[in-house]
């Protein structure tokens, strides 16, 4: 068995990794669930306001979570099933990250449909330019280097 950067070199060692990243669709459709959980009980329970500024609160606090860089110490020990330590790396380093930049576009539809707008009746286009924005700036990430 060999070291590479302090790590173990083992084959069953990575095939374990290689399964626990199957469960990363579990972990944000988990967040995804939360997310639309928060905006309809924010939506339901507040006024347009106090969501507004609620959310505001909540797009400042990831800044405490800057730079995501996992202390070299959340390395899960080799024996060690790495599930659970992935699972809590995700959501130290991701999750709230994810859940409030997520809960951005519904809450903003929400917003949105409740204004006089003429197109407030059906406001899913905003869906199309999210997803057109996300598309655009993933095809930046290879220039970033």
Excluded at 118 to 141: C, H, I, R, W
Aim: proline fraction near 9%; charged fraction near 10%.
């Amino acid at each position: 068995m060999s070291t590479i950067d302090g790590c173990q070199d083992d084959s069953a060692f990575i095939r374990r990794i290689s399964i626990s990243m199957e469960h990363l669709p579990i972990f944000f459709q988990a967040i995804l669930l939360l997310v639309y959980g928060y905006s309809h009980i924010t939506t339901s329970w507040f006024r347009v306001r106090k969501q507004a500024i609620l959310h505001t609160i909540f797009l400042l606090l990831p800044i405490a979570f800057l730079p995501i860089t996992p202390a070299k110490n959340w390395i899960p020990p080799h024996d060690a099933n790495p599930i659970p330590w992935l699972l809590f790396l995700l959501i130290f380093c991701v999750g709230f990250p994810f859940f409030v930049v997520a809960t951005s576009a519904p809450l903003v539809q929400k917003w949105f449909a409740q204004t006089g707008h003429p197109a407030s009746s059906d406001p899913y286009f905003l869906y199309t330019a999210s997803n057109l924005g996300s598309m655009l700036g993933s095809s930046q990430l290879p220039h970033l280097n």
